[in-house]
């Protein structure tokens, strides 16, 4: 299997090659040149491996089918050291429950962070270390975070002795919850930089420093967005598995309804579904920021500037643009990469929009690609967390409830439906208990962290004080020692 950009660049490139990169060299993402496909009866073994063998051997097979550089024997422990029951504390790894007859909902929260990045981000961890031990060489990870991500990232990398984590925050705008978690971390080779600022300054910190080429070069800087192609795929895998548990024969379509913001987690399901996966419909859920929802009803991607990007209470969707937006064009447009690199490029900089809706591919978007949209607002989330909770007495994350909103604005008799979780209550305890008026119960172990002592640095959002604390913190010499 080989990798192409989005933008039409002649290299074709393994899978190792791809693995620590963000951006293909001419700005595009990168995609396999063509979708394995998966015809009945592989679909048929697929569901007894997953029914037989569980989560991890399913990871493995599907992963196998794009990943052929590295040995068999080696990728499968490196699935079975990220899928592990005890790191999602559930031996189905991401576990459907019925709300009620043909309404589901994916766990995929169930991991360290609970968020469902997590799944792909475990998986990175082990995958990156791998590389970095055949290649001998080390990876410091720089990375902006309002929450989600970068809790994952590190504790993914946590530990990980080719690699550190430098990871930029707004000085005092996480939520407790998030600030507890990233902050009692105490690895030596996770760096927390808590910026005083807001997001857009650590982005902006992050992009600064990486088009940096010599010192990226030198100190052998990375990142972990999400436009990363194996985090991609590693997403594609829970697809598979609550088709699975949704469905009994492999002739049954379900629908999908996916809580979206850069389209990362949508995209994968656009992946399993080119590779055959029964899905009918893949719904895009947004909340306010709903320039998703905007293009799939109107064909105008219309980016929206960081100033009119609004603060919801699903800060997690909350974008501008929406990064992986461009490997989806790509395939609505017949994978026609100059027409992309048009759409994408400088022009899309200039004007902040494009406008799809009088292309004849514009009506593959339903018909050919399955895509459906809605948008949910605060009083809509609100709505429909205490709907959960009063009629099938579940708690639902904010997040979540955007995809259930809109879910249940699609929902088919006969379809069954599944709703993805992206994240847990307890993570955004403010908003369930202005819905519900208490708080989502804390484990032990999380009250427990809320106390624990903390480590991580204030500094100013200044390029050059950021890249000081990266040279004072040199990983080779911890690669040595060991
Ligand atoms: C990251 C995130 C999303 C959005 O996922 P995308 O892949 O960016 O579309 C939704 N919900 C939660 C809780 C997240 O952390």
Redesign the pocket.
């Known amino acids: 299997m080989k990798y192409l950009s989005t933008r039409g660049d002649q290299s074709r490139r393994q899978f190792s090659d791809i693995l620590l990169e963000g951006l293909a060299p001419d700005g595009g993402l990168y995609l396999p040149e063509q979708y394995p496909r998966i015809d009945a009866a592989a679909l048929a073994r697929l569901r007894v491996t997953w029914n037989e063998l569980g989560y991890a051997e399913l990871a493995f097979q599907l992963l196998s089918l794009y990943i052929d550089d590295v040995p068999s024997e080696d990728l499968k422990a490196l699935c079975q050291a990220a899928y592990r029951a005890d790191v999602f504390s559930d031996p189905r790894i991401a576990p459907v429950r019925e709300l009620e007859s043909g309404l589901h909902v994916l766990g995929l ?1 169930n991991g360290p962070t609970l ?3 997590d799944m792909a981000m475990q998986l990175l961890g082990h995958l990156f270390e791998y590389e970095l031990e055949r290649k001998n060489d080390f990876l410091n990870v720089l990375g902006a975070t309002s ?3 970068g809790s994952a990232a590190e504790y993914a990398m946590r530990g990980k002795s080719r690699i550190q984590v430098f990871m930029t925050s707004p000085h005092g705008r996480m939520s407790p919850f998030q600030q507890a978690q990233m902050f009692t971390l105490m690895d030596p080779n996770i760096h927390n930089l808590s910026v005083e600022g807001v997001f857009d300054d650590c982005q902006d910190i992050v992009k600064a420093v990486s088009s940096d080429l010599e010192f990226k070069r030198a100190h052998r800087i990375g990142t972990v967005n ?1 436009i990363n192609w194996a985090r991609m795929l590693a997403q594609v895998v829970y697809y598979f598995a609550g088709y699975f548990q949704v469905t009994r024969q492999d002739a049954q379509y379900i629908d999908v309804s ?10 994968a399901g656009h992946v399993a579904r080119m590779m055959g996966l029964p899905i009918r419909r893949l719904i895009v859920a947004t909340n306010e920021n709903d320039v998703l929802d905007e293009f799939f009803k109107t064909g105008v991607y219309q980016v929206r500037e960081a100033a009119r990007t609004r603060e919801t209470s ?1 800060p ?2 909350d ?1 501008s643009k ?1 990064s ?1 937006f461009e490997r989806f064009i790509f395939d609505l447009l017949d994978r026609d990469a100059q027409s992309t690199r048009q759409l994408f490029g400088p022009e899309l900089s200039r004007t902040g929009r494009f406008d799809l809706s009088r292309h004849p591919n514009f009506s593959h978007v339903q018909q050919r690609y399955g895509f459906f949209s809605g948008r949910s607002t605060h009083a809509n989330r609100l709505e429909t967390i205490r709907m959960a909770h009063e009629k099938w007495k579940d708690l639902i ?1 904010p ?2 409830a955007d995809g259930l909103k809109v879910a249940l604005d699609h929902l088919e008799q006969g379809v069954p439906m599944l709703v993805l979780e ?2 847990l209550p307890v ?1 955004f305890a403010k908003t369930i208990q202005e819905a519900l008026d208490f708080s989502p119960p804390l484990s032990a172990s999380l009250s427990d962290m809320m106390n624990l002592p903390r480590r991580f640095q204030v500094l100013p959002a200044d390029v050059d004080l950021i890249k000081q604390f990266i040279v004072k913190h040199p990983l080779h010499v911890q690669v040595t020692k060991v």
């Open positions: 929260s968020a469902f990045k929450g989600d991500t999400s996916v809580p979206s913001g850069n389209f990362g987690n949508v995209c699903s997690s969707m974008i929406a992986n994350d997040h979540t992206t994240a993570k």
